[in-house]
């Protein structure tokens, strides 16, 4: 109710009389007119306020709806609403209210509103109050007249239309709108009417709904938990109008951040994929209207088996004791029967742990109670990959679970290689055969043995050209050999050293004596052989190369090898030749720093003199290496005794593998060097290591010389001593005969008993 409605404000009146007074009866209608105007007063406030609230709405539900405002917009907005909302409430509403409206401001409403009253009622309210008490000067009578007159005319005054009634409707269908508004609001979209009182009116963050939706396909949204260094392929899944990109927002731990935008992969669906992940890492995909989604992506360690043992049990058969597998093998042969025993641990605790064996076979394993350990037992029965895994508490198995192939199968029969060291195919009657032995089998060994064979070489031509060098099959009987090492007890490898003596057969010293087996002309066939532990059936038996050597006179055998002496002695002359050609070529070239033009020629033949000092230092070693395997067959075939060997070895072949190792590629080094430096003190060095060298070489081929006399001296002593038994055998037959002339043939008993000369 504005001020057309109410009258100013005036003094406050006297005290209102009660009904049974003169005027009571228009006090009575004032009473009524005072709470009309109180609800007016209520009812177009609240219709303002509605209008405003309405006002307020629609613009802030439109703004927010489509912006979503941050809070402190909001806060505006609702801090501008509430401030003309205080406004209007005190402007409408506390002001008016607090306006005293007594009797004489309710007659002015009324008579403004009924002109035909002429100030009547007002002046016959305050003549009441006049008369109460009285004042000097005034006319009580006509007080009376006009109150009276009043009195006739209250039933005829409007008082009702003192209040604008079609304002108050007005503002009423104000509030009935704003009712109508709000109700039809939450009847047709409740949530938005709530979520726009909540976001607008409490300034709450509740988010309003969003048309596209994201979602981490698979794992949803909050914590994966993925293994150091694996790749990690992202999914987003939208839901609702599709957005035109999708962005993953990344933060490492360390403090990395970054945002990448993701592929399109499927009609629905966004990728976007991470190479390895080596940290915690928070991931956020945003994308259209959605609400980013986050996704934590811990990196955790897979559990590593450590101390993982492998023990072997050999079934009974093969008398082996249990065996610990080296953590290093990766290929192992078992026999049938035998039992594999698997333990180890963990460095992270673990739910389950199993042993898969090929394709289809889950070896259960025993989890020990600290919940690190594991053990189980498992029987192979065929050939496969043995594999060991774990699984732990973010059921995760080994990175890298350790791998074993089984080869489960039959025993095979030993190997045996023996290579000969130090004898030839041409031997004495009395030779040492050594050489170095080698024999594996795949389950263990029991025995080794050798056996022989001798046999007459028969004619070239009685036998087909393809078997000219073969012996006559003869049966091979047991022989002794001589090992370096015992043989340790089911090894799988054994090596050592091994020899022959011939002398185990040919007791007499003579290599003729019809007693002994083996005499020169005929052939000798050599051959090792192994036993393994197989079983339960029979042991295998395996023999290795058959070697076959041919035995000869000393004579025949020291001409041979002295032929082979001189061929190295000479093949050293040639080197001391080409040593020395190369000394005068360097001391007769023209010095580097007066070549002139020439320099690059000169330096490219000193990088020829330098390469030829490597090559003849592999000459050199080939002639000492070549040389001391003559040594060893002079003292495997007992022509030179054994200190002898030694010490032609310390002035033979010794020196030349000095030579060749230090002494030429040291002189290779100082040419090339000169060739690079040019100068003079270097130049000179080079040829002292060629004249160290050369007087080096002269000194062996010295030795080479006396080598040879020695060799032909025994020679001709071995010549010596045949004869002189040829001529003792003959006079011990002159005399066998003569006393057989005269005691006749009785005395003759068939034995020799004359003592013999020692050989």
Request: aromatic letters at 6%; a negative charge.
């Amino acid at each position: 109710m504005n001020s057309t409605t109410l009258p100013e404000q005036i003094p406050a009146s006297a005290p209102s009389s009660t009904p049974s007074s003169t005027l009571g009866a228009a006090r009575v209608h004032f009473e009524q007119l005072r709470g009309r105007a109180r609800r007016g007063i209520w009812i177009e406030t609240l219709g303002l306020l509605g209008l405003l609230l309405i006002s307020f709405a629609v613009p802030s539900f439109l703004t927010d709806r489509g912006l979503r405002l941050e809070w402190a917009f909001r806060f505006v907005l609702l801090a501008s609403f509430l401030v003309v909302l205080a406004r209007i409430v005190m402007r409408r509403l506390v002001g008016p209210l607090t306006v005293p409206l007594g009797d004489e401001e309710m007659a002015l409403a009324v008579e403004r509103q009924s002109p035909d009253v002429k100030q009547a009622l007002i002046s016959s309210l305050q003549f009441e109050g006049a008369l109460r008490q009285p004042r000097r000067g005034d006319s009580p009578e006509l007080m009376t007249a006009v109150i009276d007159d009043m009195r006739g005319r209250i039933a005829a005054i409007p008082f009702t239309k003192a209040i604008d009634g079609g304002r108050v409707r007005k503002f009423a269908g104000a509030c009935a709108l704003t009712l109508a508004f709000f109700g039809g609001w939450a009847a047709i979209d409740g949530a938005s009417l709530s979520t726009w009182a909540r976001r607008n009116l409490f300034l709450s963050n509740v988010d309003w709904p969003r048309y596209t939706t994201l979602n981490f396909a698979e794992v949803g949204a909050g914590e994966v938990r993925l293994p150091q260094g694996d790749a990690l392929t992202v999914r987003v899944v939208v839901q609702g109008p599709m957005p035109e990109q999708v962005f993953v927002n990344y933060t490492y731990r360390g403090g990395e951040k970054g945002t990448e935008p993701m592929s399109l992969t499927g009609e629905r669906e966004f990728t976007w994929v991470l190479d390895a992940v080596i940290e915690d890492v928070v991931l956020t995909a945003e994308g259209g209207d959605a609400l980013p989604v986050e996704l934590r992506i811990k990196v955790v360690e897979r559990p590593r088996i450590q101390d993982l043992a492998v023990q072997v049990t050999y079934p009974d058969y093969m008398e082996r004791e249990t065996e610990v597998v080296p953590p290093t093998e990766g290929d192992l042969r078992l026999p049938r029967g035998a039992r594999l025993t698997l333990t180890g641990k963990s460095h992270k605790a673990i739910d389950d742990a199993f042993a898969l064996f090929g394709n289809d076979r889950k070896v259960p394993l025993q989890r020990g109670a600290d919940g690190f350990s594991f053990a189980g037992d498992f029987q192979p029965d065929a050939s496969g990959l043995l594999v060991i895994d774990v699984i732990d508490k973010d059921k995760l198995g080994a990175g890298a679970p350790p791998k074993l192939l089984l080869r489960v199968g039959d025993d095979k029969p030993p190997t045996i290689d023996f290579r000969l060291r130090g004898i030839g195919t041409l031997i004495t009657t009395h030779a040492i055969l050594p050489g170095d032995l080698k024999v594996k089998d795949d389950f263990g060994l029991r025995a080794v043995d050798v056996s022989y064979r001798v046999a007459e070489e028969a004619p070239a031509d009685q036998k087909p050209p393809e078997e000219a060098n073969k012996p006559l099959e003869v049966p091979f009987a047991v022989a002794e050999a001589k090992l370096g090492s015992e043989l340790p007890r089911s090894a799988l490898r054994f090596e050592t050293t091994a020899s022959v003596d011939l002398r185990q057969w040919n007791k007499e010293p003579d290599q003729s004596a019809p007693t002994n087996p083996i005499r020169p002309g005929m052939l000798v066939s050599l051959r090792f052989g192994a036993t393994d532990n197989f079983g339960p059936g029979e042991p295998h038996h395996a023999y290795g190369e058959t070697l076959t050597f041919r035995v000869v006179t000393r004579e025949k055998l020291l001409e041979e090898l002295r032929r082979r002496q001189v061929e190295q002695r000479q093949e050293l002359q040639r080197i001391i030749d080409d040593e020395q050609s190369a000394m005068l070529e360097l001391r007769e070239m023209v010095e580097l720093s007066a070549a002139g033009d020439r320099t690059s020629l000169v330096k490219a033949r000193l990088k020829v003199l330098a390469r030829q000092q490597q090559t003849l230092g592999r000459r050199v070693a080939f002639v000492g290496d070549l040389y001391q395997r003559i040594l060893w067959e002079y003292e495997n075939n007992r022509l030179i005794e054994g200190n002898k060997v030694r010490q032609m070895e310390n002035v033979i072949p010794e020196p030349l593998a000095t030579i060749a190792k230090d002494a030429l590629p040291a002189s290779g080094r100082l040419v090339d060097a000169y060739a690079s430096s040019g100068q003079a003190a270097t130049k000179a060095d080079s040829l002292a290591s060629y004249d160290d060298i050369l007087r080096r070489l002269q000194a062996v081929l010295k030795e080479m010389e006396q080598a040879e006399s020695l060799a032909a001296l025994l020679e001709e002593l071995r010549v010596v001593i045949k004869i002189e038994d040829s001529v003792i055998q003959e006079v011990e037959n002159r005399k066998r005969a003569e006393e057989q002339s005269v005691f006749g043939s009785g005395k003759d008993d068939g034995k020799d008993d004359s003592p013999k000369k020692p050989k």
